[in-house]
Structures are given as structure tokens and as C-alpha cells.
């Protein structure tokens, strides 16, 4: 079948919001007075549940830790908030060959609002679902269902785009075809032994690939 609905993940694909999170992040760890983490280390995590990176380091609740990370992220994630290169012109040209633009991510609505506001593309994501949303996060397929839902699509119509092991298992759990594309946090091998249906380099060749996509579909 053609494609004709996109679910992008967010940070890491479209967006680097990195130092915000990092400094919500050793801003969290800070008030229960344990050491702050370096960038790097931080960053690995970032497109993954805080649930999943917390206990790495620290054994207090997590529910403390994303307590105090939300309460600093409210003032640093949005602010921090910039476009990856090449997003914002695949973005226009997609929505002016008629797809229908979506975005599941583990980042919470409020902070998928801001950022979708600040960048100016409120016209061209025509819905979008943040973590706080469901209640399980990728892998796990929930968000993709809501979001495919809110787009009014069918999964065999959507290709789901991301940076991340956990977007790959979430759109197979969907039977949807996945695009990984290469993360600017790393994790390349991994993402590539998930076996997505398509991998690329740059964002900017997701045009080109739905392009061939669908005339071998035609």
C-alpha cells in the first residue's frame, strides 16, 4: 500500500531539545544530592523513558526524580528547543505533497505544544501524542494506535519515522513500515540490528524514499 500518513518521534528525529533535558535531569539528581552526569551520558538516554534511565543513576523512587525533572524541564526543554538540520524543509515539502504529518513521543503534550508552537508547525503536524498521553510509552504500540487514530489513518497506509530500538518494536507491534534514521545521540548499531524496513543517514532522504515507496506500491 501507499503512504500516506508519517508518525515521527520527536527528539532525536526532529528536534534536539538536549539541554534542556540535561539540565533537568542533573537538576533532579542535584536535589537528592547525587552527582550530576555528564552531557554525554545523559544524551544516550534521551528518546527513552526516564523510568529506563534513572535507575542507572540513582537508587531513589523515580517518581521523586520525574517529579523534580519535569518541574526544572518546565523552564529548560522548550526554551532549548531547535529544529534539526534539514527538518524544517522535509516537514514543508511532505505537508505540500499531501501527507498526513503526526508526532508519538515520550515527551509530555504540554511540552510537544510548546515546542510544535515555538517552531511554527502548528500547520503542519496535524496531530500528535505525548507520553503522559498513555500508559505505556514506546515499545510498547499504544501511542502509535492514539496517534494513528487522531490522524483518522490505517496502519498499513503509515510509516513510522525514528531514531530509536523502541520506534522500530513499537510500529512492528503495529504492522507498521518503519524508517530509522541516524540519531544524533548515537546508537547506530542497535537501531540497525532492530532491522527497520528503511534506514537513512539524514532526514533529509525521507522524501526521496517515500517517493519510491509508493511508485513500487503503484
Do not use: C
Not at 43 to 54: A, D, E, H, N, V
Not at 68 to 76: D, G
Not at 170 to 178: H, I, L, N, P
Amino acid at each position: 500500500m501507499a503512504i500516506r500518513n508519517i508518525i515521527f518521534d520527536f527528539d532525536g528525529t526532529l528536534i534536539d531539545s538536549s539541554d534542556g533535558v540535561v539540565e533537568a535531569v542533573n537538576y533532579s539528581l542535584r536535589q537528592v544530592d547525587e552527582p550530576e552526569q555528564p552531557p554525554e551520558v545523559i544524551k544516550r538516554f534521551i528518546g527513552y523513558p526516564l523510568s529506563q534511565m534513572y535507575p542507572t543513576f540513582s537508587s531513589h523512587p523515580v517518581s521523586e526524580l520525574y517529579r523534580l525533572f519535569q518541574q526544572k524541564a518546565a523552564q529548560t526543554v522548550v526554551a532549548s528547543a531547535e529544529a534539526l538540520p534539514g527538518v524544517e524543509n522535509v516537514l514543508n515539502r511532505l505537508h505540500d505533497e499531501g501527507y498526513r504529518l503526526g508526532i508519538a513521543s515520550t515527551k509530555i503534550r504540554v511540552h510537544i505544544d510548546g515546542i510544535v508552537e515555538k517552531l511554527g508547525w502548528t500547520g503542519l503536524i496535524a496531530a500528535y501524542t505525548g507520553g503522559d498521553e498513555v500508559e505505556r510509552v514506546k515499545p510498547d504500540p499504544e501511542i502509535l494506535k492514539l496517534t494513528l487514530s487522531r490522524l483518522d489513518g490505517v496502519a498499513g497506509e503509515t510509516l513510522v519515522v525514528g531514531d530509536t530500538i523502541n520506534d522500530v518494536l513499537a510500529a512492528r507491534a503495529m504492522s507498521m513500515r518503519v524508517a530509522a534514521v541516524e540519531s544524533p545521540y548515537g546508537g547506530r548499531q542497535k537501531l540497525l540490528e532492530a532491522n527497520p524496513d528503511f534506514f537513512v543517514e539524514s532526514i533529509s532522504e525521507l522524501s526521496a524514499l517515500l517517493k519510491e515507496i509508493n511508485r513500487r506500491a503503484s
